[in-house]
């Protein structure tokens, strides 16, 4: 069982370049979500999806989309990256409404220089 | 909205206990979570509470009082290893997990 899975774990991106992070679950869970990490201020929620087809924003949407095509996958892209963006990006998933456990990826590390 | 208080560092020698509080406001309540994160690693889940009292695992417990809108996380004979971030959050159910800034606890030999 991998759990939550991310790619790349490291990224260096020019401002304006585009890219994509991808997200993968291997346990079934219903709901998974994006969020960024930056010094000090904790875990912020960029997007989330509560199932197969759907997505939904969080506090931090601009700048990013997400899509969740396939119940196992979500994508989070970055359509014009932006110094502004430079964090680690977490994955995390949870198998539905009736449990609170949170499964977190490894993350990714992106610098926009 | 939803927001969360906890303090940003905490520090302790090995063999002591060592608390870290939280404080919420939000606008819809289900649960408290607490997640331990060592640096460069990603959060993992140690405790949640739904109702008021204590729960115990190990060498961790943790706390809730909903009518005080208050939780803590209790790390007894404390060891090395956990000198991490912990973060409290909450939601569950339908409501979107939202997590507070974070408690760098610092654990001196």
């Known amino acids: 069982n991998a759990g939550v899975t991310q790619t790349p774990k490291f990224r260096v991106l020019k401002t304006g370049q585009s890219m994509t992070l991808l997200c993968a679950q291997d346990?079934?869970?219903?709901?998974m979500y994006w969020y960024r990490q930056d010094p000090g201020m904790g875990l912020r929620l960029i997007h989330y999806s509560v199932g197969e087809g759907t997505t939904a924003k969080g506090e931090v949407p601009d700048g990013y989309n997400v899509s969740r095509l396939k119940k196992q996958n979500f994508l989070l892209g970055l359509e014009s990256a932006a110094p502004s963006q430079t964090s680690v990006y977490f994955c995390?998933?949870?198998?539905?409404?009736?449990?609170?456990?949170?499964?977190f990826g490894q993350g990714t590390r992106l610098t926009v220089v | 909205g939803q927001s969360l208080e906890q303090p940003s560092e905490v520090t302790a020698v090995e063999g002591a206990i060592v608390q870290i509080n939280c404080t919420y406001q939000t606008s819809g309540f289900y649960g408290l979570s607490w997640y331990q994160q060592h640096d460069g690693g990603a959060p993992t889940f140690l405790s949640y509470n739904a109702l008021d009292g204590l729960e115990e695992t190990g060498r961790f417990s943790s706390f809730l009082s909903r009518s005080d809108s208050y939780g803590y996380l209790l790390l007894q004979e404390l060891q090395m290893k956990d000198s991490a971030s912990y973060f409290c959050?909450?939601?569950?159910?339908?409501?979107?997990?939202?997590f507070g800034r974070g408690t760098s606890l610092i654990v001196h030999p």
């Open positions: 959050a909450v939601g569950g159910g339908s409501y979107i997990p939202t």
């Open positions: 346990m079934n869970h219903e709901y």
């Open positions: 995390a998933s949870r198998r539905d409404y009736t449990n609170t456990e949170a499964f």
